[in-house]
């Protein structure tokens, strides 16, 4: 019978720890948002590229006027970047950036919440201490400091992950004795904050699946197991349904394929290639590559992303878990409830999602960013993987000091790009005068990121990029009909937006499409988030066989 007593976020009421507890919770996230002050503004690739941009025309609905200005995140659901666009475009930038991450800065909260109510610790104080302790470290990691202050969204959609995983921990008894109708309506609600994460950002699909297949492994009767999984399932896939389904609407009456362009060997839209689009530069070669991923991207972190960091934690459970169990298969449990540093179904559930998200990702992406949630969780399946060894309690205790000791020093904090000041606003730029844009279409060619700097353009221009990431005249795609039909349609002025440098690479799709810039009259639209990618205006003329 597993263990159930003693699961409580915090300490007992009067206790003195409590409030110790209160405080952090509180204090967490409001002094975690102070670090955008030290890293300054944002100004990463993907936000220059779509978030800022596909805020922009949600809100605006520009889907009748622009096409691919954000390149292939054009087909991204836009809710989860409109919170921040919305906050960005009222308050002073340093404002927004600031409750930005202290929104992500809940996630110490959620962490300590998953600590406390899983550690077995007799010592309240001791409790919260060490619960408070592994969520910033939690948090603090490699990759986790990268995140913070920046629009990504994966340090967002990690509330609802840990959410879900908070739930089933606090409920798990109910879920182990109660009928099993009330176990599978109850794993529904449970599953939702996964599946609404899931829905604003797909990605999140692998902790949804390690979440699910962690309640089929974690314990009780098959029935039982196959219960809660299900209703668990059911609830994710309500949950995306709610965040995805109307975008998925748009994209199915627009693009015929309701996550255009992914999964289009199954929808065939003729629009994309039959393929499922997704993105496999990182993912692993081989063999030994597969065996020995962790401490491949450990040494050498492009291989899992665009920038440099450094955190040893999942190497360290990498090894760490496999020597646990054949310990613990070769010299047997520990008989004595007072040495159980956690209770066994958290521990078992944590573990087993952990290795079956970490399983997914390492199919399906192999880009670090998405396993942010494992590395937040990571110190804390330390703690429990620790615990499982074959010692006296006081040589567990010792071990898992030094190895988060090592984990809190191995940390090197990436950077996804900040401006070098801080700005007013989140998007500045100085607009050369363009005349009378009433019947003009502004033209985009090549492949860097600047759609963010379309909103500060007049609202009446319509913007068709030509050439992108997506789609490339020489590629043949389906789309490029679309966007020879959008541009033959349009009988007015046409418009150049690009950034320099790029202007070779533009000067073929130009021509597939029958135009032709003047590159003499180029005006500099003065990018003040962004200097080193300062785009160009310039004419465009049609040129007639």
């Known amino acids: 019978m597993p263990v159930t007593e003693d699961i409580h976020f915090l300490p007992p009421v009067g206790h003195r720890s409590r409030s110790l507890a209160q405080t952090f919770l509180f204090l967490g996230p409001l002094l975690c948002g102070l670090v955008v002050f030290l890293v300054g503004q944002d100004a990463n690739w993907d936000l220059r590229n779509y978030h800022w941009y596909n805020a922009y025309a949600f809100l605006n609905w520009r889907y009748d006027r622009d096409l691919l200005p954000s390149q292939t995140p054009y087909f991204y659901n836009p809710l989860l970047d409109v919170p921040y666009f919305i906050l960005a475009t009222h308050v002073p930038v340093m ?150 389904g109307p975008w998925a609407w748009f994209l199915e009456d627009h693009f015929q394929n309701p996550l255009f362009p992914y999964f289009n060997e199954i929808f065939q839209s003729p629009l994309a290639p039959l393929t499922s689009a997704r993105d496999t530069q990182f993912l692993t070669h081989d063999l030994h590559d597969t065996l020995f991923f962790p401490f491949i991207f450990t040494e050498n972190p492009y291989r899992v992303g665009e920038i440099p960091w450094r955190d040893w934690r999942l190497a360290i459970l990498y090894v760490l878990l496999p020597l646990a169990v054949i310990l613990r298969l070769v010299f047997g449990r520990t008989r004595n409830q007072t040495e159980v540093v956690a209770i066994p179904f958290a521990v078992r559930y944590l573990l087993w999602a952990a290795v079956i998200s ?31 060894l074959p010692l006296k309690t006081n040589l567990r205790g010792m071990i898992t000091v030094f190895l988060l000791i090592v984990v809190a020093c191995s940390v090197k904090r990436g950077d996804w790009h900040h401006a070098d000041h801080w700005l007013h606003g989140p998007v500045e730029a100085d607009i050369p005068p363009l005349g009378d844009t009433s019947d003009t279409m502004m033209l985009m060619a090549g492949y860097q990121p600047y759609s963010h700097l379309l909103s500060l353009f007049p609202a009446d221009l319509s913007f068709l990029r030509i050439q992108s990431n997506f789609a490339n005249p020489a590629e043949g795609k389906g789309i490029n009909a679309m966007i020879r039909a959008k541009l033959d349609a349009h009988k007015g002025r046409l418009l150049l937006l690009v950034i320099p440098w790029e202007r070779d690479s533009a000067d073929p799709a130009l021509n597939y499409y029958g135009l032709a810039a003047d590159w003499r009259s180029c005006q500099t639209v003065k990018d003040r988030l962004y200097d080193e990618g300062s785009p160009v205006v310039c004419p465009v003329t049609r040129v007639h066989e």
């Not at 297949?213 to 219960?227: C, K």
């Not at 399932?233 to 995306?240: C, F, K, Q, R």
């Open 95 to 244: 404002l927004a950036s600031y409750i930005l991450t202290v929104v992500q800065g809940l996630n110490l909260v959620l962490l300590f919440m998953v600590s406390h109510a899983t550690l077995m610790l007799p010592n309240p104080r001791q409790r919260v201490l060490i619960s408070g302790a592994l969520a910033v470290l939690g948090v603090f990691g490699g990759g986790g400091i990268a995140l913070l202050g920046t629009t990504f969204g994966d340090n967002l959609t990690s509330l609802g992950i840990l959410l879900s995983a908070v739930l089933v921990i606090r409920h798990h008894a109910m879920l182990l004795t109660a009928p099993l109708p009330r176990v599978v309506m109850r794993s529904v609600f449970f599953g939702l904050p996964a599946g609404f994460m899931m829905g604003l950002k797909l990605p999140s699909v692998i902790f949804c699946i390690g979440l699910c297949g962690g309640l089929l492994l974690a314990g009780g009767n098959l029935r039982r197991r196959f219960a809660m999984c299900s209703g668990f399932g059911v609830g994710i896939l309500l949950g995306v349904v709610v965040t995805i």
């Open 358 to 388: 970490y399983g997914v990702w390492l199919k399906m992406f192999c880009i670090y960013r998405y396993a942010v949630p494992l590395e937040m969780l990571t110190p804390l399946l330390i703690v429990f993987v620790c615990g499982m």
